[in-house]
């Protein structure tokens, strides 16, 4: 069955991780055959290369030239054309709406990717007129909002995210846990560790605003991953550090930026922390925290209940420091508490993202679609 995949983005984040999951782990299933349309050169599609995988570059399709969206369009009217796939992926709403009649000319179906939660904006508005065949979704809630907003009447499934790493991947790491903190300069202190794109619905100022708060007597550190990749969020990073040193805390906070080894940050911490204000689909981020043996503690918003449970972590209100910290004091001060959650992270992961299951789980999805 071969699969095209739509997908235009020139960031990089768990959709692109996801993608390149589906790829680095292809074999288990085999019979899917993966294909990628992409509009920019960018991480994902250096990445994509490094993998073997089959990318075919269209023009962008920017909404301010209608004659580029035409553009892209030919093009990828060419592309099927040409590899002739069984169905089609449209990776967000976006992408329905610049290749879906591209896609229904040629009579294939369509799956439509929902990765995030919707909202009543122009894109989702103007998908109504282009329904795909199928809506999957990263999380129940996801899927919910898909229903409630864009399709109510088109048959829909949730598919939790595959793990991008397997736990014994995480396990081969682990013997580098004291050489990595040695070379964070944290050997002694208790890890507590974010690893996001720099969008402040992350929740990275609510963080700082709680770890200001703390009142444990344990040397901690926190380490953030990711950094800016436009303009827009070089301004927000650089805001970020200043927000710190105003707070007091510069000198515990690592900033770590853009990282390609964040496995190993992950197995040299020990707790995951996330403040999201705002929902998001299916954390990628926790999927990989929760392999590498990292308790979360987050905000109860979203799809947070369908992944974080009290066995593996906490939930804390929205935007609210105070909470935050005392549910981050309630772990580091009990160590007890803090190993019994650790042993609890893999098969909870197992239970709700084992990589062969959801790939599988795809496949099957797609296949009721073809005639």
């Given amino acids: 069955m071969k699969v095209l995949h739509l997908h235009a983005s020139i960031l990089y984040g768990g959709v692109e991780t996801f993608l390149l999951t589906l790829i680095r782990e292809k074999h288990h299933c085999p019979e899917m055959q993966h294909i990628f349309i992409a509009c920019y050169e960018s991480r994902f599609t250096e990445e994509l290369r490094k993998l073997g995988a089959e990318l075919i570059m269209v023009p962008p399709a920017r909404y301010s030239r209608p004659w580029k969206i035409i553009q892209a369009q030919s093009e990828c009217g060419k592309v099927i054309q040409k590899i002739k796939p069984d169905v089609v992926i449209a990776h967000q709403a976006k992408n329905l ?23 009543e904006n122009w894109v989702d508005k103007l998908s109504k007129f282009f329904p795909p065949d199928l809506m999957v979704g990263v999380s129940r809630h996801t899927v919910q909002t898909g229903k409630d907003i864009l399709f109510n009447n088109i048959k829909s499934t949730v598919i939790n995210y595959p793990m991008p790493f397997s736990v014994d991947f995480f396990d081969n790491l682990s013997t580098e846990r004291d050489s990595v903190r040695d070379e964070l300069g944290f050997a002694e202190h208790f890890i507590i560790m974010q690893a996001t794109r720099m969008n402040a619905w992350k929740g990275h100022r609510e963080i700082f605003d709680a770890l200001a708060l703390l009142k444990t007597n344990k040397k901690w550190r926190f380490a953030l991953v990711g950094g800016p990749q436009n303009h827009e969020e070089e301004n927000y990073f650089a805001d970020l550090k200043s927000y710190a040193l105003q ?28 403040a999201n204000v705002k929902s998001e689909g299916f954390s990628l981020s926790f999927t990989e925290a929760f392999s590498a043996g990292l308790p979360i503690v987050t905000t109860d918003i979203g799809s947070a209940q369908e992944i974080v449970s009290p066995e593996v972590g906490v939930l804390t209100p929205v935007q609210d420091a105070q909470a ?12 007890a508490r803090h190993e019994s959650m650790r042993n609890a992270t893999r098969s909870h992961i197992l239970k709700l993202s084992e990589t062969g299951q959801q790939i599988r789980r795809l496949s099957s999805e797609l296949s009721a679609l073809l005639p």
């Fill in 97 to 119: 709406i610049t290749f879906g009649a591209v896609a229904r000319r040629y009579k294939l179906p369509i799956a439509l990717y929902l990765h995030v939660p919707q909202t």
């Fill in 247 to 274: 707070l007091g805390i510069s000198d515990n906070v690592l900033f770590l930026g853009q990282r390609r080894d964040v496995a190993r940050i992950m197995v040299a911490s020990d707790l995951y922390c996330q």
């Fill in 324 to 335: 935050l910290a005392t549910a981050l004091d309630a772990v580091i001060d009990n160590p």
